[in-house]
């Protein structure tokens, strides 16, 4: 069974930086495609913040500059890098990817979500 889990989230200072990794386990022969990266702050909605796909990567306009998503072919892990932290960025953060494995095919995965926290 495929699974994703999530890690680097953590406790930053306005301006500090912290990487997401994304990482595909449990299937053999794992290709992770389309990713999505999602966050969701206390008492708000889920927002789309970044997709990583082959061709392409996209952004919310509220991380654009910032932030930049990119994955590890060799690794099965998809990253989310996040420089120049704001304290609106604080929320626990999801990544949501379409994995191939070579018995179960192609499905959608969740990850179980990271704590980022942005405070000085």
């Known amino acids: 069974q495929v699974h994703l889990v999530e890690s680097g989230g953590g406790l930053v200072q306005p301006g500090g930086s912290l990487r997401l990794s994304c990482a595909a386990s449990?299937?053999?022969?794992?290709?992770?495609?389309?990713v999505d990266w999602y966050r969701q702050a206390p008492g708000k909605q889920r927002e789309f913040v970044a997709r990583?796909?082959?061709?392409?990567?996209n952004y919310a306009d509220s991380v654009k500059g910032r932030f930049t998503t990119s994955r590890d072919v060799a690794r099965d892990t998809a990253y989310l890098q996040m420089n120049d932290l704001k304290v609106e960025d604080t929320a626990v953060y999801y990544c949501?990817?379409?994995?191939?494995?070579?018995?179960?095919?192609?499905?959608?995965?969740r990850g179980q979500g990271t704590q980022v926290t942005v405070s000085s």
């Open positions: 990583y796909t082959p061709y392409n990567t």
């Open positions: 449990g299937g053999t022969l794992l290709i992770v495609n389309t």
């Open positions: 949501d990817a379409n994995v191939y494995e070579r018995t179960l095919g192609s499905l959608d995965y």
